[in-house]
């Protein structure tokens, strides 16, 4: 464009030469010519449009959104259209309470109230991308910052109206996925209708208040010493259940041996233990008997 208004430009000043001074005048065929050839050029290089990768070119006449979508390479295109490219690649914002982290500077997490009425924060990553068909559509209703419009708009808003029907401990725990699903959803329908499509929906993270926390921590704790006090109790009872068996079995063992042994029995046991005695290399003098039975009294010499 700037080289076709130059050489508009250098074209006038060469028809209105004379009028200026003769050295103009003696210029007047130079500055048409080269005139000329800038407008020549200008409008050449008006006509062509490039598009980058991942992108498509939404053309505007004279106010007017055109439909004619320009797409990734070279377009020829009228000289008079203004070009508006958007980018159809997956696209990331987020909303976080860390610095540095989210799309706008500082604290940008969502804060909600659960059902219960307490103060939930939430970490929120949105992936989406621009639908390339709905582009002249996104430009005309909504325009180039349709991040601000309808992706961040619409997350907060939805995030905060589902949130209302779950406990703070709830989101937190036990029904965390059954909220991002609820979520998506309804982000998913909203986006669809304004020319977006939903890729995917990340609770990155959710902080309860501290009194919250704290309650959580106190009552892990006590599961956890109950749950160590129940392993205590089992092994008592495992160890009472080991004597009670040893005990059980001495009972046995006595009660079988005092009825099955008798006098004769036991006599006949101490002979063969003694006989045994007598027959070793080791043994000297061996005296039996003594007691009150019939047991004989014997001496023995060393072999």
């Known amino acids: 464009m700037f080289l076709t208004i130059l050489g508009f430009i250098l074209v006038v000043l060469g028809f209105s030469a004379s009028r200026f001074s003769e050295r103009m005048e003696r210029m007047r065929a130079g500055l048409i010519f080269l005139g000329g050839a800038f407008l020549l050029l200008g409008l050449a290089l008006s006509t062509v449009v490039q598009v980058g990768v991942g992108q498509v ?20 295109v009228n000289p008079l259209v203004d070009v508006t490219r958007f980018d159809t690649r997956t696209q990331n914002y987020t909303m976080s309470a860390q610095h540095g982290e989210g799309a706008q500077a500082g604290d940008d997490a969502i804060r909600v109230l659960s059902a219960d009425g307490l103060e939930v924060v939430i970490d929120l990553t949105v992936l989406y991308h621009v639908v390339p068909a709905q582009a002249p559509r996104i430009l005309a209703t909504i325009g180039e910052d349709y991040q601000d419009k309808i992706v961040r708009a619409i997350s907060r808003t939805r995030i905060r109206d589902n949130a209302v029907y779950y406990d703070a401990v709830a989101l937190y725990s036990t029904r965390r996925e059954e909220f991002q699903t609820r979520i998506l959803a309804a982000i998913e329908k909203d986006f669809r209708t304004n020319g977006l499509q939903l890729d995917q929906l990340l609770i990155r993270n959710i902080q309860l208040p501290q009194s919250v926390k704290r309650s959580i921590e106190s009552k892990i704790s006590a599961e956890q010493d109950a749950q160590k006090m129940q392993f205590v109790l089992q092994k008592e009872k495992q160890e009472a259940e080991r004597k009670r068996v040893e005990a059980q079995g001495i009972a046995d063992y006595q009660r079988i041996v005092n009825t099955e042994l008798s006098d004769k029995l036991l006599q006949y046991e101490t002979i063969k233990a003694n006989q045994a005695i007598a027959t070793s290399p080791n043994a ?12 004989p009294q014997l001496l023995l010499g060393d072999k």
């Open 57 to 76: 070119g939404v053309q505007t006449l004279f106010g007017k959104v055109q439909p004619r979508l320009l797409y990734p390479g070279l377009n020829v």
């Open 284 to 295: 000297k003098v061996i005296i039996m008997g003594g007691g009150r039975g019939p047991t």
